[in-house]
């Protein structure tokens, strides 16, 4: 856990009630349609996060850590969907909120991490530390 990123997941405020209805949704698969999906890479560099967030841009997005976790949350926002003069035959599209959150490893530069959103994909940097390496320290004789 100390070399990767994994998910947080904070559940000490959730009631037995929250708790079995998240449950159910899951099983009936319908939940995971609430988080956007995630891909997270390593490489010898850094990490990479890639959200998919199709109806999002970059101002409904927030992105910030706290320690050691980084929390990602998003809204849609559905108030310019109403335009005078027009009515709703058929609204399937919704209000959407999420947020996401993961435990960060030891050795990330949290103050370098950045954030690109391009097509409905947010992409999160998290850069590493460099590793310190050892420094020879030359013995001398005093003679």
Same mark, same amino acid.
């Given at each position: 856990?100390? !070399?990767?990123?994994?998910?947080?997941?904070?559940?000490? !405020?959730?009631?037995?009630?929250?708790d079995f209805f998240d449950s159910m949704l899951n099983a009936w698969g319908s939940y995971s349609a609430k988080v956007p999906a995630v891909d997270v890479e390593e490489t010898q560099d850094e990490f990479i996060i890639k959200a998919e967030l199709p109806g999002f841009d970059e101002n409904n997005v927030k992105i910030y850590v706290e320690k050691h976790v980084l929390h990602i949350s998003g809204e849609t926002d559905d108030k310019n969907d109403e335009k005078e003069g027009r009515k709703y035959l058929v609204k399937e599209r919704r209000h959407t909120s999420f947020s996401r959150s993961f435990s960060l490893p030891d050795g990330l530069d949290e103050s370098a991490i950045s954030a690109a959103f391009e097509n409905g994909i947010l992409t999160v940097t998290l850069p590493k530390m460099p590793e310190e390496k050892p420094r020879h320290i030359e013995v001398k004789i005093n003679k």
């Amino acid at each position: 856990m100390a !070399n990767e990123i994994s998910r947080y997941n904070d559940r000490r !405020n959730v009631s037995v009630f929250d708790d079995f209805f998240d449950s159910m949704l899951n099983a009936w698969g319908s939940y995971s349609a609430k988080v956007p999906a995630v891909d997270v890479e390593e490489t010898q560099d850094e990490f990479i996060i890639k959200a998919e967030l199709p109806g999002f841009d970059e101002n409904n997005v927030k992105i910030y850590v706290e320690k050691h976790v980084l929390h990602i949350s998003g809204e849609t926002d559905d108030k310019n969907d109403e335009k005078e003069g027009r009515k709703y035959l058929v609204k399937e599209r919704r209000h959407t909120s999420f947020s996401r959150s993961f435990s960060l490893p030891d050795g990330l530069d949290e103050s370098a991490i950045s954030a690109a959103f391009e097509n409905g994909i947010l992409t999160v940097t998290l850069p590493k530390m460099p590793e310190e390496k050892p420094r020879h320290i030359e013995v001398k004789i005093n003679k």
